[in-house]
């Protein structure tokens, strides 16, 4: 990928205007313009060998080996024969092509797939089914509905009047509303007509090839006549044609110039904090080796002065080489030996483990949604261990926290509660399954999908009270839905915000049906009789009113005004006469609102015939005023509606996700803050945030930041830090700054007592968000418990999940389900993705995917704190392991004249890491558990010490390698002591070196397998199998390589023959091997022991009761849900955008039910009814902030591989 | 029924192993495991210490340095190697039976076999017996490779050419010089003289050296090295594989001969003895000993304390440690407070 855009952005350079003439191939071939073909496989057969290896080599750790091998072919140095280094490398680099190559084989796949698209294109006059490839620039090409774009068009006509198509741009930029794009007229009268088509020869000059979605400038010249272009007639590729029978376009950008692709390709490449360590560990390592290699090098200049100088009988020096050029080509020889201190197999099977731990993800039944048929999904497998380490939680709340379902739950009509079910003891009973439902039979057009549980209001409307029929009447009168009846009595409604769906449903459901309406007229079929009302105003929704009201009349000829909304804005307005109705709804309100329920407040008057005229009058003359027309229609509005009749109130269930509330609690009970990032208003926010037990009644303080200026913002933040910490310094106490070479500085983690929530908006958001105010932003935000910003952008999501990145060393984890949320995916340390949703976008940009919400508790603290256990057990060990081995090389250099001899056998240093060793430790890193999953959950605070990084940091892998250097002492020592001018029990030799090497690497082997039983605690059979198996497998080895018969094969190869029968028959070799082992050991378990006497950790407690318990603890407890004390009201609950009235009464909405351009480019959200399919996220669509940070989601290869692509970047 | 199969087609399986449910043992390092364990542990150590410590004390071990440092040494004159063929005696008397079959090592100081060349710079295939490489010695072997640059060594080598050459010979003091018996049969390990080393089928040995030179330190070549047991000459010698079996350590003994004969088969009797050394090899220039040991050897090989005393200390430790944890542990009584 990296290739080839460098290789375009090279040619391109010097396109400074794109030219191009429409049916003209030959022309436009002329200026060699990238085809539609795009590309985002890095190899074919012959390249894949050398540019992999390339690719490979750039890797520090290959390129290390790569220097070794070369050091060891010059004889000078070389200690080790070749294949020391050769075989595990060629193991590495194999398996590593083995897997760009499957990689690679995919993304030839999803390039074929995509390239294989077939569209029509308009050829030598006809039309003719091509692939995508195949597609040049200037050609003319037909779209039909349902199509994605094939490339960046100009639109040149449409199936639609007024040349309009609608697109959806979801792909692109993740909104999922749809667009409106219009032809030039000059080309839009071509319509259909092939001919016409064929013979338009138009030349457009437009900007080279870039990046910005939201900005196109051009000319077209057709007939001598210039037409100015803009991004309104330009159709990008990604997009998706909607609504739209077929429109035709002209190819302009083709494959790797259109604006998609060149959004490609930045997504970071994401490494774990783990990684981070390693680096800098290794670093240290190289610095550490260095250092060895120097000592032993001087060793050696001063042996050979002292020593080697007088041995020169015996051991004469090879020309030119004298002490100090020795000690020159020592240092080389012991940087050879010593390598092992970073092993190649290190990476390998840091890689195996992830991957590994990924398919458990993948493989977890308990993290499986049935209903969806989706499992967890871990799409990326090298981050596995930071999911044990997160702090912080960005969620967003739509489709994440929430089902994004409205059910019509409750209501309350005339002072009466109806939705709760009451046993024959008047006890309120829990709603379960089971709960028998309403029976609808009595009505046809009755949506089945909808489910009440309280037999009373059926009743009530069965028995005509007019206030019931009242309530549904307005209910299905009084909204902005629109009706769909493909078939007879088969009703589909088009709500804008689910919660209206929901309402319009109940309302037909009881019998009070909306079935069509006309700008002019609404149709509802009233306990089975059609009514048709005659609509006269619609006084439409805003942020301000909170309230929507239709006036209408009746068949009878009674003038009516609806009115729905807030409660707070229609109590104001009420007649006195309902004072006594208001507060037993208010007491209802009150009750609805605890339960975390969204309510609105309905009310009606009658109209005076002739009052009403004169008021329509002012209204048509205010609604076509120049000037002030707001104002004065606002005025208007508030003239009529007043001295309402006061009808009830309706409840509507945001329903959240199953066991969102207990997750929080779960995930709040491991210190890890959630915080909610949300499009939605701030009562909708919030109103989640307390049926989610994010917010509750008995916080200490919940501050709300609304503030509209900057100034405000700081002092609303301020006064909330203040009140949390008096006395809170203005700065913040930064972090002494450790890693290397880092500016930023790290903000402390302050502590506070009490509980605080915090709860900002959008525009305040943007203040908090700016260079000034950030870290005071930051402070307040990270004392509160929960924090809650509404209302945010796309791209504010993104800016507060990087401002905690950058001031606090924390993990951080983001969650969301919709195209809005893949920037703040993207920047997260770990991003997850909602799947089995309507849009993929959240989860093609995620790095895990789960159903639900609820399996991000199973993420983090089973698998996450299990895969950063493992790994961090693994990377103590592996370093213990190697340490020890190499260091040994390091004691005997002082009793073999610093020479680099190595202590052991050349086979066994090869075989030491990829075969005696790897599989025990890699079973440990795959099986290992201190507590399964149960008890994980019972007690979350198991996953703190991953935030604190306390598994593996720098004094773990100082105390590792004390650890190293004491058993490297015991392992050369106790052997040199034991062997040293000893005989075998027959006299014959046993302190010669072959021996000697045997003996310390059988004593190395049995060590680090007794080490590898004390570290693992989760013995399975295989672990069992691995470790004996590779005990097994060293000594068949070892006695294979030293027999007769390999001996006879390769007499230089296998020097060692007869060592191992005539050693490791002797007595005191066992005895030896068996006290250096336990005295390697012992001391651990002694330290081990004392320390959980005197400091146990949080796992030793729940490990020991885990042993007490013996058996699995009971089903753990779910915290029953508080149910909160009702203080207060929930707000307006409706998310409307504003002005979707205006439609309503349009005729051309009427046209096309589903969309409707209003005035000039205002885009409306779309949503075709309360299925799981809108959002009622209600960040502005027309802002343009979001589109600074464009989101290339095409469902194809790009995002897949784009990880890995960026490795050269 | 495909119906439902088709909704759970994504259902991962159900086996103890993805679903991480392996039934397994889980070990803990809880008092009662661990504080038995070191006392058993250490009344072990402490047993096979008394064993060994006591069967290494049995074992005698007589050590004579015959290098000529001091003027009063008989081997002093040698020491200067200026004398071709220099011979020197040792003299010395047992005052009680030397038991057991008696072993004769001479050993060495200060002298680094150990070295990375020496180990490096033999050719394997020559000594295999593979006569294609007595003319084309390998490159490791240089600089004992070639003489004039021409001329091929067999055996080649850092390591062949530093042989060790003194020779003993081993008198009783009766009135006469009685030898005593010395054999050399069998003083390399088995696997070395049948397999590892090989002479070629050439016969006479001789032939197979045609056209070869001996190493530059050898006072004789490789088929003359034992000229009355032709299965000891050549590169299957005793002695010859005994230096080539090169030790790991500085100071290190290298087994001679084995003292046989019939008067001797129990053990040397007291009296004086003379050891005549044809004193050839230099160490004095690398401040290098030469010692010559008579050792009888037990179930664990030859005498050495360490073991004995490291098990002693180690078990003894155990046993201290076992109660400081056990005082620890009923001091704080993890984990019942928490």
């Known amino acids: 990928m990296s290739f080839f855009t460098m290789d375009f952005a090279k040619k391109k350079e010097r396109e400074m205007e794109r030219k191009l003439r429409a049916n003209d191939r030959e022309y436009n071939l002329s200026f060699k313009y990238a085809t539609n073909a795009i590309k985002t496989s890095k190899y074919n057969v012959f390249t894949f060998l050398p540019l992999n290896l390339f690719e490979q080599f750039q890797r520090i750790a290959n390129a290390y080996f790569l220097i070794l091998l070369l050091l060891q072919l010059i004889p000078a140095i070389s200690s080790l024969s070749w294949f020391t280094t050769v075989v595990p490398l060629v193991l590495v680099l194999f398996m590593t092509a083995a897997k760009d190559a499957t990689d690679d084989i995919n993304r030839h796949k999803s390039d074929n797939h995509v390239n294989n698209r077939k569209v029509n294109v308009l050829i030598n006059g006809q039309l003719r089914c091509e692939k995508w490839m195949n597609v040049r620039v200037g050609d003319v090409i037909q779209l039909e509905n349902n199509q994605f774009v094939t490339a960046d068009l100009l639109l040149l006509s449409s199936s639609e009047p007024l040349n309009l198509v609608y697109i959806e741009t979801a792909e692109l930029d993740g909104e999922t509303n749809l667009k409106v794009k219009q032809a030039l007229t000059v080309t839009g009268d071509m319509g259909d007509n092939i001919h016409k088509l064929a013979a338009f020869t138009g030349e457009v000059r437009c900007e080279p090839p870039n990046n910005r979605l939201d900005r196109f400038t051009g000319t077209l010249i057709n007939g001598g006549q210039k037409y100015s272009l803009d991004n309104n007639r330009i159709l990008l590729r990604g997009c998706t044609l909607r609504n739209t029978e077929w429109c035709f376009g002209l190819v302009l950008f083709g494959g790797p110039e259109t604006k998609l692709m060149k959004n490609c390709g930045k997504t970071t490449f994401k490494r774990t904090s783990v990684d981070r360590l390693m680096n800098v560990l290794v670093l240290c390592i190289f610095g550490f080796l260095a250092v060895m290699c120097t000592i032993l090098a001087i060793g050696n200049r001063i042996w050979e002065q002292r020593w080697g100088s007088d041995f020169m009988v015996f051991l004469p020096r090879e020309d030119g080489v004298n002490a100090s050029f020795s000690a020159f080509l020592t240092f080389w020889s012991y940087i050879i030996i010593l390598n092992t201190v970073v092993p190649i197999s290190l990476y390998v099977s840091m890689e195996v483990i992830r991957l590994g731990n990924s398919f458990y993800i993948d493989w977890d039944r308990n993290m499986y949604h049935a209903c969806s048929d989706t499992p967890a999904e871990a799409r990326t497998t090298t981050l596995n261990e930071e999911l044990g380490q997160i702090k912080y939680v960005f969620s967003d709340k739509t489709g994440t926290l929430t089902q994004n379902i409205m059910t019509f739950n409750k209501c309350s009509i005339n002072g009466k509660s109806y939705g709760d079910v009451i046993d024959c003891n008047g006890q309120r009973l829990e709603i379960t399954e089971n709960t028998e439902t309403v029976d609808w039979s009595f009505n046809p057009l009755a949506d089945q999908r909808f489910s009440f549980h309280d037999h009373s209001l059926v009743e009530a409307v069965k028995l005509e009270s007019p206030q019931v029929h009242n309530f549904f009447r307005l209910l299905s009168l009084c909204h902005t839905v629109m009706a769909e009846e493909k078939k007879k009595d088969e009703l589909l409604y088009q709500a804008q915000s689910p919660d209206e769906g929901a309402l319009v449903t109940a309302a037909r459901n009881f019998g009070f049906v909306f079935r069509s309406r006309t700008p002019e007229s609404v149709t509802i079929v009233e306990m089975g009789e059609q009514r048709s009302y005659d609509l006269l105003a619609l006084l439409d929704f805003s942020n301000v009113r909170k309230r929507m009201s239709v006036i209408v009349r009746s068949p009878e000829g009674k003038l009516c005004l609806f009115c729905k909304g807030a409660d707070t804005m229609i109590y104001e307005r009420l007649h006195r006469s309902c004072s006594k109705l208001m507060d037993v709804t208010t007491e209802h309100l009150n009750e609805y609102a605890g339960e975390g329920l969204r309510t609105l407040a309905l009310a009606f008057k009658d109209l005076d015939e002739e009052y009403f005229k004169g008021w329509q009058q002012r209204h048509h003359v205010a609604s076509t005023a120049l000037e002030d027309r707001e104002e004065k229609l606002d005025l208007l509005y508030e003239e009529i509606e007043k001295d309402l009749m006061l009808l009830g109130a309706t409840a509507i269930e945001d329903k959240l996700q199953d066991g969102v509330p207990q997750t929080i609690e779960q995930l709040s009970q491991a210190d890890i803050k959630i915080w909610v990032l949300t499009g939605d208003k701030q009562e909708t926010a919030e109103n989640i945030g307390y049926s989610c037990n994010m917010l509750r009644e008995e916080m200490d303080d919940i501050f709300i930041v609304s503030a509209n200026n900057p100034d405000d913002v700081k002092q609303e933040l301020r006064n909330a830090l203040n009140t949390m910490k008096p006395g809170a310094g203005e700065e913040a106490t930064f972090m002494p700054v450790s890693s290397l070479g880092s500016k930023i500085k790290e903000v402390k983690d302050e502590e506070v007592a009490g509980e605080y929530g915090l709860v900002i908006n959008g525009h305040s958001l943007a203040y908090a968000l700016d260079h000034s105010t950030e870290m005071l932003f930051l402070r307040a935000a990270c004392l509160c418990k929960t924090v809650i910003c509404c209302r945010v952008t796309p791209l504010q999501k993104a800016q507060v999940v990087e401002l905690v990145k950058k001031y606090k060393q924390a993990v951080t984890l983001a969650i969301g389900d919709g195209a809005n949320d893949v920037s703040m995916i993207k920047a997260a340390h770990i991003g997850v993705g909602i799947s089995g949703q309507e849009g993929m976008q959240a989860v093609l940009s995620s790095d895990y995917s789960v159903a639900q919400f609820r399996y991000l508790e199973r993420l983090l603290l089973v698998h996450g704190r299990w895969s950063y256990l493992r790994m961090c057990k693994f990377l103590r060990y592996f370093f213990y392991k190697n340490f020890t081995f190499t260091f040994v090389h390091f004691w005997f250099a002082f009793f073999c004249g610093f020479s680099a001899q190595t202590v052991y056998d050349e086979w066994f240093i090869t075989l030491y890491n990829l075969v005696y060793t790897a599989l025990p430790v890699l079973g440990m890193s795959l099986f290992d558990q201190d507590v399964n999953d149960t008890w994980s959950f019972q007690y979350p605070k198991l996953y703190v010490p991953g935030q604190l990084n306390q598994y593996f940091s720098k004094t773990a892998f100082f105390k590792c390698a004390l650890h190293s250097v004491y058993s490297s002492v015991v392992l050369f020592f106790i052997p040199y002591a034991a062997m040293n001018d000893t005989v075998r029990s027959d006299g014959k030799d046993i302190a010669d070196y072959q021996s000697f090497a045997l003996l310390t690497q059988t004593c190395l082997v049995f060590t680090v397998c007794i080490q590898l039983g004390l570290e693992m605690s989760y013995w399975t059979a295989v672990n069992q199998l691995f470790v004996w198996g590779s005990l097994t497998m060293y000594f068949a080895v070892t006695f294979a390589m030293y027999s007769n018969g390999m001996y006879l094969t390769a007499p230089a190869s296998f020097p060692f023959i007869g060592t191992a029968r005539n050693s490791l028959n002797q007595p005191n070799v066992w005895l030896t091997i068996l006290l250096t082992s336990i005295l390697c050991v012992l001391p651990v378990v002694a330290y081990r022991f004392l320390l959980i006497q005197l400091r146990p950790t949080i796992n030793d407690k729940v490990m020991f009761m885990v042993r007490q318990a013996k058996a699995t603890p009971a089903p753990r407890t779910r915290r029953a849900q508080v149910r909160r004390s009702s203080t207060r009201r929930s707000g307006y609950a409706f998310s409307h955008a504003q002005g979707y009235g205006d439609l309503v009464t349009s005729n051309r909405f009427l046209r096309r039910p589903a969309i409707v351009p209003t005035s000039g480019f205002s885009l409306l959200g779309r949503t075709t009814g309360f299925s799981p399919m809108g959002r009622s996220a209600g960040y502005s669509p027309t802002g343009s902030a979001q589109n600074n940070r464009p989101q290339h989601v095409e469902a194809t290869s790009l995002q897949m591989f784009s990880t890995e692509l960026d490795h050269s970047f | ?338």
Request: glycine share 8%; hydrophobic share 40%; net charge positive.
């Open chain 2, 1 to 338: 029924m495909p119906k439902k199969e088709l909704e759970t087609a994504n259902r991962p399986d159900n086996t103890a192993f993805t679903q991480q449910r392996l039934p397994a043992w889980q070990p803990m390092l809880s008092a009662g495991i661990v504080i038995p364990g070191f006392v058993l542990i250490g009344l072990a150590f402490i047993g096979i210490g008394v064993a060994l410590f006591i069967t290494s004390r049995n074992i005698t071990v007589l050590e004579m340095d015959y290098t000529g440092v001091e003027t009063s040494s008989d081997c002093f004159k040698c020491s200067a190697g200026t004398i071709p063929n220099c011979l020197c005696n040792l003299y010395f008397t047992l005052n009680d039976t030397f038991p057991g079959q008696v072993y004769f090592y001479y050993g060495l100081t200060n002298y680094f076999q150990s070295h990375r060349k020496f180990g490096v710079s033999v050719d394997a295939y020559q000594l295999s017996g593979d006569t294609y490489y007595f003319t084309n010695p390998l490159n490791v072997c240089a600089p004992y490779q070639f003489v004039n640059g021409s001329i091929p060594i067999v055996p080649c080598g850092l390591s062949a050419n530093s042989m060790f050459n003194d020779t003993f010979k081993l008198y009783q003091l009766v009135n006469v010089s009685k030898p005593v018996p010395l054999d050399g049969r069998g003083i390399a390990w088995w696997s070395d003289y049948n397999v590892k080393y090989r002479n070629p089928t050439t016969t006479p040995l001789k032939n197979a050296f045609n056209g070869t030179i001996k190493p530059p330190c050898w006072p004789k070549p490789a088929y003359e090295l034992d000229l009355t047991d032709p299965s000891n000459n050549g590169l299957v010698n005793q002695d010859f594989l005994v230096w080539m079996r090169r030790a790991a350590l500085p100071n290190f003994r290298k087994l001679y001969r084995r003292i046989t004969g019939p008067d001797y088969a129990s053990g040397l009797p007291p009296g004086n003895y003379t050891i005549e050394i044809a004193y050839n090899y230099p160490t004095m220039i690398f401040n290098g000993r030469k010692k010559v040991v008579l050792s009888n050897v037990s179930w664990m090989g030859g005498k050495n304390d360490f073991l004995g005393v490291a098990y002693l200390v180690v078990g003894s430790l155990c046993v201290v440690m076992s109660i400081v944890m056990l005082i620890v542990y009923a001091t704080f009584k993890f984990p019942e407070d928490g």
